[in-house]
């Protein structure tokens, strides 16, 4: 390349830095990323350097030369996206994954925004715990402050002899515990601010969770008024322009009683947004690129009625998921382990009711007993 208006460095390469190749190659653009893992995913679309994400060098060096560099795993160590920062512009800003990474930060961070969040308080030792239960009440759910995903490192408390086996486990760690939110469902909003400021929000989705997974979603959700998907760009909206952010923002809410209180961020491209690829006008990752590379935003329209699954421990046949009518098939080469996002299929179709019917064919094709 000639110029570096070609080049995105990326900070990790699991399958979001993958599909972010997939969608800026198009653009004109070119791909370097940086991860532990050699046989990561992305390198199919793009120079991978093997190397640790908390090596300042090794970032600055993926900097290099680079028009911009983004992050696409929200536990990259914010110094390690700050050392990139000496060599190109780094968006979203470092500060973004301080604030992710943190659960104590984040509910302050929403509370402090005035955006609704489950009672929460945080436990560094069994007097804490003691003053959180008398605070939260049960049930309620203990988790670590850094480092889970999918669900990892919680615990939900119903009785008081769960309190004594999740302290027994946690016990040590920095934690949260949160109030058991009795939820009619769950929702995401993703949204994406570009370099001027000016924001974009996709139609709100609807999330279902299997063990503290994603599994389903539908988008846009069903029944979604205009006052409850306003509220959701609201929250979207505050949380964009406190942190100055560029680039594609999710949040994940809880629907209550027709309100929506806010469970985390993600700062960075969401597995709630994958069926933009197929069923927006613009997909979060290409908004994503736009966003951070200064260009106009795309338009963030569905197209009609997104479903998505996704695939955990094992994909099936690639065969059985094509014969799918409409099956958009999103292998992520990964190695089969239990209860790993190894893929997703996508279905767009004309009406929700199609959509749902489609829905649950891909349902019972992925969780089909394999060998
Ligand atoms: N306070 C809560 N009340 C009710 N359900 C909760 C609460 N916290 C978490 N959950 C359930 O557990 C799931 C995973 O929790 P959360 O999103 O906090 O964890 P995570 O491990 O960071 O997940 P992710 O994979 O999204 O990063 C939620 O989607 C929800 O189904
Ligand atoms: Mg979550």
């Not at 939260?136 to 402050?145: D, H, M, S």
């Not at 769960?162 to 040590?172: E, I, L, M, T």
């Not at 846009?220 to 998907?229: E, F, K, R």
């Not at 014969?323 to 098939?329: E, F, R, S, T, Y």
Request: glycine residues 12%; contains cysteine.
């Amino acid at each position: 390349v000639d110029d570096a208006g070609g080049i995105v460095g990326v900070l990790g390469a699991g399958q979001l830095g993958g599909m972010l190749g997939l969608a800026g190659i198009p653009l004109g653009l070119h791909f370097r990323f940086l991860d532990p893992a050699g046989a990561a995913f992305a390198g199919a679309v793009g120079d991978l350097r093997v190397g640790s994400l908390d090596d300042d060098a090794a970032a600055a060096a993926l900097a290099d030369g680079a028009a911009v560099v983004t992050y696409e795993w929200e536990g990259v160590p914010a110094a390690t996206a700050r050392a990139a920062a000496a060599r190109a512009p780094v968006r979203p800003d470092p500060v973004a994954l301080e604030v992710a990474q943190d659960r104590m930060s984040e509910k302050t961070l929403f509370a402090r925004l005035g955006i609704a969040v489950p009672t929460f308080a945080a436990v560094n030792d069994r007097a804490d715990l003691e003053d959180a239960l008398a605070a939260v009440g049960l049930p309620a759910v203990l988790k670590t402050r850094r480092g889970g995903y999918d669900g990892k490192g919680q615990h939900v408390l119903r009785v008081d002899a769960d309190v004594d086996s999740a302290w027994a486990a946690r016990r040590g760690e920095p934690l949260i515990l949160e109030e058991l939110v009795a939820f009619s469902r769950e929702l995401s909003v993703l949204a994406v601010r570009g370099l001027d400021g000016a924001t974009a929000c996709y139609p709100l989705v609807e999330t279902e969770q299997r063990d503290g997974v994603l599994r389903v979603c539908r988008a846009p959700a069903p029944g979604v008024t205009g006052p409850l998907q306003r509220a959701a760009e609201d929250i979207a909206g505050w949380i964009l322009d406190e942190l100055g952010y560029v680039g594609v923002l999710a949040v994940e809410l809880f629907e209550r009683d027709g309100a929506l209180i806010a469970n985390e961020l993600a700062p960075r491209v969401h597995n709630s947004g994958h069926w933009t690829i197929e069923g927006a006008v613009t997909s979060q990752f290409e908004n994503h690129l736009r966003a951070i590379l200064g260009w106009p935003l795309g338009s963030t329209a569905a197209r009609g009625s997104s479903g998505l699954v996704n695939a955990l421990g094992s994909l099936p046949p690639r065969d059985a998921v094509l014969a799918v009518p409409g099956a958009h098939l999103h292998d992520y080469r990964k190695d089969p382990r239990p209860g790993r996002k190894v893929g997703h299929v996508t279905v767009v179709a004309d009406s929700d009711a199609e959509r749902d019917r489609q829905l649950s064919v891909l349902q019972a094709v992925l969780d089909a007993p394999r060998v």
